[in-house]
């Protein structure tokens, strides 16, 4: 049975001494303060869930980093090194607010594909949002043996971004599109 891993992005993680909680970026709506790590957090158990919902036969673990169980980025890296695919979902920030849109990274060839079809079920479930493309760069999370990706699903910081991003029907599109293009992925051979 092919492991799939969902990493929800941020939380808490293990400091000398102690844990901490990492927010992740931070957004506004008005007077309302939206973290990226609790958005990353529904995200990330949305997809687990349609993966388990519509493909029993893959062994889906869901990771999120909580106060009883915080991790560090390289026991997220380490989790599971023979899963067949790792997502990292996160959420972009940038100090110019009009900063916007989705994009997917990768750091090793092997991720190349798994990258391009999770890009492809966003393009389907975020079709109204700028595609800022496919990129790789040597990211810590996706520095793995199998398959890996991290989907940077929105700017936090854009009001536009997370409006739509903070929306039930748009985590369901995600959720569902990533569900058949991991699914698809992983069943390919």
């Known amino acids: 049975m092919a492991i799939v891993v969902i990493d929800a ?3 808490y ?5 102690g844990v901490v909680y990492d927010p992740g ?3 506004y709506l008005g007077q309302a303060q939206y973290r990226e790590a609790d958005i990353t957090a529904q995200y990330a158990n949305s997809i687990a869930y349609m993966l388990r919902t519509l493909y029993p036969a893959l062994d889906t673990r869901l ?19 023979s899963a067949a695919a790792f997502v990292s979902v996160h959420l972009n920030a940038a100090e110019n607010k009009n900063a916007h849109g989705y ?19 966003l393009q ?3 079709a109204g949002m700028l595609d800022r ?3 790789q760069k040597g990211l810590t999370v996706c520095q793995r043996e199998q398959p890996s990706v991290l989907l940077e699903l929105g700017f936090i910081t854009n009001e536009s971004d997370l409006r739509t991003l903070l929306l039930r029907e748009t985590r369901a599109r995600v959720a569902r599109e990533l569900a058949h293009a991991i699914a698809a992925f992983v069943q390919q051979d």
Request: glycine content about 12%.
């Open 9 to 11: 992005g941020h939380g």
């Open 13 to 17: 993680k293990p400091v000398k001494g």
């Open 25 to 27: 970026a931070i957004g």
């Open 63 to 81: 990771l999120i980093s909580t106060a009883a169980n915080p991790l560090g980025l390289q026991q997220r890296r380490r989790y599971e090194p």
């Open 103 to 121: 994009e997917t990274w990768y750091s090793r060839e092997r991720s190349a594909g798994l990258a391009q079809a999770c890009h492809a079920a």
């Open 124 to 126: 389907r479930a975020l």
């Open 133 to 135: 493309g496919v990129k």
